[in-house]
């Protein structure tokens, strides 16, 4: 019943978009295919709280020759998520970004080490890393601790790591991690170093627009980004109901998966929502994890100068 009532909902929204087909639409598009770690903003369109803010929202995925970031820059869509040190990057090239809603509080990223060794003692080991990006904190401590990994670049797999072509490999905690499970590999606490427990707990997802956009449409931006805090909330308060609404979208953009998955990634993403230190889902930019994810960039070499907190916030 409660699958049938959620498809009349989601059924309900859609014909109501209709009626909006004429009035100014922001199109979001999350970094990556359709799962549950865009859960909340799905929920915002499924139970209607776009529509009740005031806010045309239509959700159109990235494909594999349009990715978010090439949308926004093309203004075929007006909000995309991005991680923290993704977007510290882009307004570093040049091109400047506002942050209207963090979902992230608390990193995600850990390496997986083949044969239960720990990656800290692995110098010089072939390491998998996303060809999208999303690995600059793993980069950053490969040379502070002076490792020197060979990354070996993959797109959206365990495959190589699981085929013993690599000797260890970067996951995100919501995704890949579990994806290595369910293939058989043994986690523990001796090969799976996590970052955010070595001092890189860096924020992660949050919801970026172009500040030329965001200063000509700042009410519609706050609208968007209130009902998506709000689809979030609902979320956490209701993840059975959720992970239903998850798995309609799943199914309409053809994403293989299954909801065993589905159910994992959205427990996690909403763990990790929730601020170590004040132990509640907090949905903002935090200035010292800003602060820390600029320096050890620039240490680095991976940003040409500092980026602020003032030049991403909203406020």
Not at 23 to 31: D, I, R, S
Not at 44 to 70: C, D, K, L, W
Not at 230 to 254: C, D, F, N, S
Request: with cysteine; hydrophobic share 40%.
């Amino acid at each position: 019943m409660k699958m049938r009532a959620l498809s009349l909902t989601v059924a309900l929204i859609v014909n109501c978009s209709m009626v909006w087909a004429q009035e100014e639409a922001l199109v979001f598009t999350p970094q990556w295919t359709a799962q549950a770690q865009f859960a909340g903003y799905y929920v915002a369109e499924a139970m209607g709280f776009y529509r009740e803010n005031g806010v045309n929202v239509r959700i159109e995925h990235p494909s594999a020759t349009q990715p978010a970031m090439t949308r926004l820059r093309k203004n075929e869509c007006q909000a995309t998520t991005l991680q923290l040190c993704q977007a510290m990057e882009i307004v570093d090239g040049g091109i400047s970004l506002v942050n209207i809603l963090q979902t992230s509080m608390n990193n995600a990223m850990v390496i997986v080490s083949a044969r239960g060794k720990d990656p800290l003692t692995q110098k010089g080991a072939r390491v998998g890393i996303w060809s999208v990006g999303f690995g600059q904190l793993a980069i950053c401590m490969s040379i502070q601790d002076q490792l020197d990994y060979e990354w070996v670049r993959f797109a959206q797999n365990t495959n190589l790591f699981v085929a013993g072509a690599l000797d260890a490999t970067l996951a995100m905690s919501y995704n890949e991690y579990y994806q290595l499970v369910q293939a058989g590999i043994q986690m523990t606490d001796k090969n799976v170093y996590r970052f955010c427990d070595h001092g890189y707990n860096v924020q992660e997802d949050g919801v970026y627009m172009t500040r030329d956009y965001y200063e000509k449409h700042k009410d519609q931006a706050q609208r968007f980004a209130q009902a998506s805090r709000k689809g979030w909330e609902w979320a956490a308060e209701h993840p059975e109901e959720t992970l239903e609404i998850v798995m309609q979208y799943v199914t309409r953009e053809h994403i293989a998966t299954n909801e065993v998955m589905q159910r994992l990634m959205l427990q996690e993403v909403l763990r990790l929502q929730v601020d170590r230190e004040s132990g509640e889902r907090e949905f903002r930019l935090r200035p010292d994890m800003v602060q820390l994810a600029s320096r050890l960039m620039v240490e680095n070499q991976m940003l040409g100068r500092e980026i602020t907190y003032e030049e991403l916030s909203h406020e």
